[in-house]
C-alpha cells in the first residue's frame, strides 16, 4: 500500500514534533539535577546573607565551589552514564567566560549594596534560562520569567529581607522548577 504525499508529509510532521517533544524531554531531565542543587545552594547562601550578612560572602564562595563541583559531577555521570568522562574544555571555558563577565561588570559597574549584588546573579540566571528556553522547551521560559519578575519584586519592594526573600522565592523556584522538570 503506497502513501499518499498528503499521508507521507503529515507522517513526517508526526516524526518532526515527536522528535521535538523527545530533545525537550531530555534536555527538562538533564537539568532537572543541576536546577536542585542550585536551587538549594540559593537557599542556604541568601538565608545566610539574611541571618548572618558578615559571613557571606565566605559562604558563598564556600558554597559557589560546593555548586560548582557538584555540577561537574552530575554532568559528568549523565554524559558518561556513571563512567569517567574526559575533560570538556567547553565546560571549563563556559564557567571561566561567566567568571571574566560578572568580574568585568562589577569592576565598571560596582554594586553599591548587597541588594543589588543580590538581584545581578538572579537576574542574569532569568535571562540565562528565557534563552535557553527559546532552543529547548518552554518551561525554561516560564522559569526564567519567574525569577527574574520574582529578583525584581523582591528588589524594588521588599528593602530590610531581600536575601531572605530571594532564600524563599529564588532558591524555591529553582529547586520546584527541577522538580518540574523532572516529570517533563
Do not use: C, N
Request: aromatic content about 16%; charged content about 10%; proline content about 3%.
Amino acid at each position: 500500500m503506497a502513501l499518499s504525499p498528503d499521508q507521507a508529509q503529515e507522517a513526517l510532521r508526526d516524526i518532526a514534533a515527536t522528535e521535538r517533544r523527545s530533545f525537550e524531554a531530555y534536555g527538562y531531565k538533564a537539568a532537572a539535577p543541576f536546577l536542585i542543587l542550585w536551587g538549594l545552594i540559593w537557599i542556604a547562601g541568601y538565608a545566610v546573607s539574611d541571618f548572618a550578612p558578615l559571613l557571606s560572602g565566605k559562604v558563598w564562595l564556600a558554597l559557589a565551589v560546593i555548586g560548582s563541583l557538584g555540577s561537574f559531577i552530575i554532568g559528568g555521570r549523565q554524559k558518561g552514564g556513571g563512567k569517567t568522562v574526559r575533560f570538556d574544555w567547553r565546560i571549563a571555558f563556559t564557567w571561566l567566560t561567566g567568571i571574566v563577565f560578572f568580574t568585568a561588570l562589577f569592576a565598571i559597574m560596582a554594586p553599591v549594596d548587597g541588594r543589588q549584588m543580590g538581584a545581578i546573579f538572579p537576574l542574569f540566571i532569568g535571562t540565562s534560562y528565557v534563552v535557553l528556553g527559546i532552543w529547548i522547551g518552554m518551561r525554561f521560559v516560564l522559569a526564567g520569567l519567574l525569577i527574574a519578575a520574582l529578583t525584581l519584586i523582591g528588589f524594588y519592594y521588599v528593602d530590610q529581607h531581600f536575601a531572605l526573600w530571594m532564600a524563599v522565592l529564588g532558591g524555591g523556584t529553582l529547586t520546584a522548577t527541577g522538580l518540574w522538570l523532572r516529570s517533563a
